[in-house]
């Protein structure tokens, strides 16, 4: 069958497009772009004020399956990624058991095609367990699909040990995705050491368990050659370091979240929102600010989620026994559009870049493109769309938002996996 998108401004800058233009699909392939298309029978998708732009992927999702399936499972989460938006996520491995060998690979990506309404990659931790004592079976899970190693939730402690994990990951030609925590200089913090702290009278957490782990890393990337990623970078100084990094010629990427992007330490206020706790912890306005400067100057690869679903019951715990994290899958573009796009301090053609391109070549992965010939993963957005964050407005099983009582600008109404509609008026396609 025939799609035709009508009348979008079509947004690519890969291919130098951004104009409003029709977009002809068939067969899981974009047939042709251009003024003025039609097609002889199929569905016509009426997308004049609305924006057309390759599909936004999330590589960073922790879709909880398997083990915490009460939390999120392949069905419900990339239910929630078609909601927001993405054409396709990349699963962290710390599920129960942990993602760390082929068999387990294969698990996620078989069930992931039978179940997924979105595409989902798959993971592989670096250490058995990830533990950090021993390599996990690298070899076995890039043959099953996996498309780097990370050993999120903490990070790989023992340096000795991280460049191992580089140093094969590099033999297999795939990234190091890195959490950079330096967890003895945690210990038990839980928010922003210093003013947060301070005034609520919690254990802090210091920008520099952040910055010596993210030095480390950049350091252990030029030692190895690997290919590194930094995730969810939250102080200036870490921005500082990868721009360092980066005009020295470096393999190192990096990404920022929502949640720090657009919240700071101040939203952690004396009724002790547990939505609100974050590893790592909601930072400064000034820390916000850099991250936005990142975004801006391309020192910044990807905005990604940390979607991080809990039950209700775990985060009704008191501050310091919560578990961390926001979902973030639903909430991500409307909060780009609103605090970013609207604003005009990123145009269209960035968003593509943060949450399409940067991200899939930070990980190496396939990059998808509006042309002739390109796989159909297309999202199309109405930038005028009113978002009322309500517990009823998610498709995850999760409710820890972050951004619960907000009211947004600009929602995906279509989202096309392979020319096969996941989402479409805004609502999931099964
Ligand atoms: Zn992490």
Not at 57 to 70: A, N, W
Not at 182 to 200: H, Y
Request: with cysteine; glycine share 10%.
């Amino acid at each position: 069958m025939a799609l035709l998108f009508k009348g979008g401004r079509v947004v690519d800058p890969a291919v130098g497009l951004d104009e409003v233009a029709d977009v002809i699909v068939r067969d899981g392939r974009i047939v042709e772009i251009g003024p003025d298309l039609s097609i002889p029978k199929g569905v016509t998708i009426e997308c004049a004020e609305k924006v057309i732009v390759p599909g936004l992927i999330d590589i960073h999702t922790h879709l909880r399956e398997p083990g915490f399936e009460y939390k999120e499972d392949i069905v419900s989460g990339t239910r929630a990624a078609a909601h927001g938006g993405f054409t396709a996520v990349c699963a962290m491995p710390n599920t129960a058991p942990v993602c760390d060998t082929g068999s387990k690979v294969r698990f996620l990506v078989e069930r992931a095609a039978a179940h997924g309404v979105v595409r989902v990659h798959a993971l592989g931790a670096c250490t058995v367990g990830q533990k950090g004592e021993a390599l996990a079976e690298m070899g076995d899970m890039v043959a099953e699909g996996a498309v780097a190693f990370s050993d999120d939730g903490h990070g790989v402690a023992d340096s000795g040990m991280a460049r191992l994990v580089m140093d094969y990951a590099k033999q297999f030609g795939v990234a190091v995705i890195s959490h950079c925590e330096d967890l003895a200089l945690v210990g038990k913090g839980v928010v922003n050491e210093g003013a947060a702290s301070t005034i609520l009278g919690m254990p802090g957490w210091p920008s520099a368990a952040e910055e010596t782990m993210v030095a480390r890393d950049i350091a252990l990337a030029e030692l190895t050659g690997c290919y590194v990623h930094l995730a969810h970078l939250s102080t200036a100084r870490s921005i500082e370091l990868v721009r360092e990094a980066k005009a020295r010629g470096i393999a190192v990427t990096c990404e920022v979240t929502p949640h720090h992007l657009f919240l700071d330490e101040g939203a952690v206020t004396l009724d002790y929102d547990t939505n609100m706790k974050m590893n790592p912890p909601l930072r400064t306005a000034e820390d916000r600010a850099a991250l936005v400067a990142g975004l801006k100057d391309g020192t910044v690869d990807a905005i990604a989620t940390d979607h991080a679903p809990h039950a209700s019951h775990e985060k009704a715990l008191e501050f310091e026994l919560a578990p961390f994290g926001t979902t973030g899958l639903e909430t991500a573009l409307p909060l780009v559009v609103t605090n970013l796009v609207a604003t005009e301090v990123l145009g269209w053609g960035d968003v593509v870049r943060l949450m399409a391109h940067g991200p899939r070549a930070a990980l190496g992965l396939q990059p998808v493109r509006l042309e002739a010939g390109g796989v159909a993963d297309l999202t199309v957005i109405d930038p005028e769309a009113r978002v009322e964050v309500t517990p009823d407005f998610f498709e995850s099983k999760a409710g820890n938002s972050a951004f619960l009582g907000t009211s947004l600008l600009g929602k995906a109404s279509e989202v096309l996996v392979e020319g096969r509609f996941a989402l479409r008026f805004g609502k999931v396609v099964d």
